[in-house]
């Protein structure tokens, strides 16, 4: 069984957004569970309960550096030290997907930065453009729908999310983007940060030492 997260990172989240989320799980026999974080230390907590997860919904304001309240001083985190925490929790199976229901999410740099800090993470879909809760929730749940209903590969559902919609998805696969020189040389210069600051697993570190320069 499926089994999706849901961290609500931004006080004016519309619950109905979330309510809409956790029914489509649901109608696809998937276990969902919220956890809603006003600054870092709520994220490490919330993570410890040793559940693994196959999706993480995150539902903030954002941009192509930072995500979190839309208050610039309230709660606001990196998307490399976000992959980071969450990749150290443990609470991510291989092959995590990442939903990211926040604006301008769609960009490369964004998914550059979670993959780079974080081997459990084989996907990210998120928006290129600022989009309302509506147009959001309702491409995420065709995208649930396509994966889960009719099994479909994750690029072809960010198609189909496209389509329904009218706005423009980004999802982007792991094994491509490893193969882009421009990311080999990006990871280069971030791969000390990321050593420094968080617990990289193993099986990350060798598959590394394995690449060819």
């Known amino acids: 069984m499926k089994r999706l997260l849901i961290i609500k990172a931004a006080s004016d989240v519309c619950p109905t957004e979330i309510a809409h989320i956790v029914a489509t799980c649901k109608i696809f026999k998937m276990e969902v569970d919220v956890l809603n974080v006003e600054n870092e230390n709520e994220l490490r907590n919330g993570l410890g309960s040793g559940t693994k997860y196959d999706y993480i919904y995150l539902c903030a304001h954002a941009n192509h550096q930072v995500f979190g309240d839309n208050d610039e001083e309230g709660f606001n985190l990196s ?5 980071g925490i969450m990749c150290e929790s443990g609470c991510m199976n291989y092959g995590c997907i990442f939903l990211l229901a926040c604006c301008r999410t769609g960009l490369t740099q964004v998914a550059y930065d979670l993959f780079c800090s974080c081997a459990k993470v084989e996907f990210v879909c998120g928006p290129r453009w600022t989009l309302n809760p509506n147009d959001l929730t309702i491409a995420f749940d065709v995208f649930i729908y396509n994966m889960e209903e009719r099994k479909e590969q994750p690029d072809e559902a960010a198609k189909r999310m496209s389509l329904a919609t009218g706005y423009t998805f ?5 094994v491509e983007v490893e193969m882009r020189p421009d990311y080999r040389e990006w990871e280069k210069q971030q791969w000390e940060y990321v050593t420094t600051n968080y617990k990289v697993p193993d099986e990350e570190i060798e598959a590394r030492q394995e690449k060819p320069d």
């Open 79 to 83: 998307w490399s030290d976000f992959s």
């Open 170 to 174: 980004s999802c982007y696969d792991r």
